[in-house]
C-alpha cells in the first residue's frame, strides 16, 4: 500500500476534508506534529506522498521556531527529487520558500468564504472555480521559478501553482467547512477576525452555508490530482 505522511503544525489544523481522497486513492494515512521530537529525524523524501497542512506561523520566524530551517531543508530536497507533494495555506509558503520564493507579510488579512479565479480550466482546480472557499492567512509570497500559476483571489494574486504534476500548493483552505475544529480556529484568531472585518458569529454563519459546498469541491479537486500523479 503507497503511504501518506501529513504534516501538522498546529493541532487545530488537520487534512479535515482532504482524507476522504487520499484514501479513497489507496493511501495509508500516518501523521506526525512538528512538535514531536521523532520529527526531525523523519526522511521526507521516504513517503508516497507529503501533506503540509497550515499553521499561524510565518516561514520567516525560524529563531522562534527552529523546525521550521529543518523543515525547509529536507523539503528541499523532497521537491528536487519531485516527489508528490501538496502544501496548504502555511505548506504552500513552505514550498514557496523551498523552491527559492521570498514569503513576507501581506499588507492585509484574507479571512472569510470567497471564490478564487481559477487561470487553468484543465487542472484540478477547475472544481474550486466560482466556489466560495475558506481563506485564513496575511502572508503571501513571490512565485518561485518554474512554477504554473493555477488562481488568484481579489485579495492576493498567488493563491496556487504547481511544478509539473507532482507539486501542488494551495493558499486556500478547501478542507476546511465541515471539521468541528473549525472552532478552534475562530477561538485562535479573534483580533485577526476583527482586522479582517468579521465577528465569530458572521464566519460561523459563512461556513455553515458554505462549507459542505466548498469540501465537496475541494475534495473533487483532490481526487482529480491525486489520479494523475508520477
Known sequence: MKN???????PYEGVAGYRLPIEE???DVARIDVCDPAFSCHDLTEPDLVIMMGGPMGVYERDR????????????????????TLGVCFGAQMIAAAMGAEVYPGGAKEIGFHPIEVHDADSPLRHVAGVPVLHWHGDT???????????????YPHQAFRRGSNILALQ????????????????????????????????RNAHDEHGPGAVAAGR??????????N
Open 65 to 84: 521556531h527552529p523546525w521550521i530551517a529543518c523543515q525547509l531543508r529536507r523539503l528541499a530536497r523532497r521537491l528536487e527529487a519531485g516527489r508528490p
Open 25 to 27: 486513492a489507496g493511501y
Open 172 to 203: 486556500f483552505h478547501a478542507e476546511m467547512g465541515e471539521d468541528p475544529r473549525f472552532d478552534a480556529w475562530i477561538e485562535q484568531g479573534p483580533h485577526e477576525l476583527a482586522a479582517a472585518g468579521h465577528t465569530p458569529e458572521t464566519l
Open 141 to 155: 509570497f513571490t512565485l518561485p521559478d518554474d512554477v504554473e500559476l493555477l488562481a488568484s483571489s481579489h485579495v
Open 4 to 10: 501518506a505522511l501529513i504534516i501538522r503544525h498546529v
Open 220 to 229: 473533487a479537486m483532490i481526487r482529480e490530482w491525486l489520479a494523475q500523479l
